[in-house]
């Protein structure tokens, strides 16, 4: 059975991924479910860097959150909620996507070298491609709508 995966993407200019996970607005929200690509922006009180209750903050239930940079404090309150930070050095969002399966548990490589895993990796890779797609798709429509080539 393939692996679902629910990622959030930090990305506050919506076409590269942000360092300051905790002081970032905007986030790709990707659901390999149903191959869904959805923007949140949150509101100035949501911001990660708060540090409020997390219990009812609109991240909740993403399983990975992506960003280029985040504090040790805010891994520890995600990993409470059991949502795993993991840091890319991939600036574009399709590719930082791509690499997930790798970063699963903030680890690269770790994923791919369990024991049992590799078919559901597999699985995972093909689906997180078909959200890179998403996204591509959703930047390129901001785009053109910002009256950006």
């Not at 990305?11 to 590269?16: C, K």
């Not at 986030?27 to 860097?49: H, I, M, V, Y």
Request: include cysteine; proline fraction near 4%; charge should be positive.
């Amino acid at each position: 059975m393939p692996t679902e995966i629910k990622i959030a993407i930090a990305s506050q200019n919506r076409r590269t991924v942000s360092p300051h996970a905790g002081k970032c607005a905007h986030f790709w929200l990707l659901d390999s479910a149903d191959g869904s690509c959805r923007s949140l922006l949150l509101s100035p009180a949501q911001l990660l860097c708060q540090g409020g209750d997390l219990a009812d903050h609109p991240l909740r239930g993403v399983d990975v959150l992506l960003a280029a940079s985040a504090g040790q404090a805010l891994a520890q309150r995600l990993q409470q909620l059991g949502i795993t930070l993991s840091l890319t050095t991939e600036s574009e969002p399709q590719a930082a996507a791509r690499q997930c399966h790798d970063l699963h548990d903030g680890q690269p490589g770790a994923a791919s070298s369990r024991s049992g895993m590799a078919r559901r990796t597999v699985c995972l890779v093909l689906r997180v491609q078909k959200l890179t797609d998403a996204i591509a798709g959703e930047i390129r429509q901001r785009g053109q709508y910002l009256g950006r080539q």
